[in-house]
């Protein structure tokens, strides 16, 4: 969440942050380093910094400048109080069913999440969800889930990747925790 950044350092080096609000910048970084992507410039054949959207805040300019300070400390895009999340790998689909009620809500969970952590956002549909044992049944069987595991260390694998091959629709078939 760079909000304060901006309003601390403003000028256009902040222009393309705002720009940028509420959307994926990871392109402008390399993901090896973690710093700025590069490319050699056809003009100079200098290696200079990928600003897509031009030169935003404690990026060095293309140019060699002595009125660029050097001294900025960490920048921004390496500062970790300003990290608001992970990008997940992957999302997948999950049903979740209520046998009580029979109520069927499906959301969409990261490959990273624990049952844990998607039972917190399932609290917004069904808020006893933490009172009750979830469970999975394979071939005619009911087994208890490991709440502090995923879904696929829980043995729930994600299909997409199969139906893809065989070009079947991925909300045909969406596993059911209950």
Known sequence: DVTELVKNNP????????????????????????????????????????????????????????????????????DESLCVGKL??????LKLLNMLTKQETTIEVCMEETLNEIQQRYLAYNEHAASYTWKRTDAKVGRELDMNCTLDENAIPDEKPAFETLSIDEDFYVPTIH
């Open 88 to 93: 997940t790998s992957k999302t997948r689909k």
């Open 11 to 78: 000028g256009s080096l902040t222009q393309p942050l705002i720009d940028a609000g509420g959307t994926d910048v990871t392109h402008w970084f390399d993901e090896r380093t973690k710093g700025l992507r590069t490319y050699i410039d056809p003009e100079t054949q200098l290696e200079v910094p990928f600003m897509p959207m031009g030169r935003f805040l404690h990026a060095p300019p293309a140019d060699p400048s002595s009125s660029w300070p050097t001294d900025i400390g960490t920048p921004w895009w390496k």
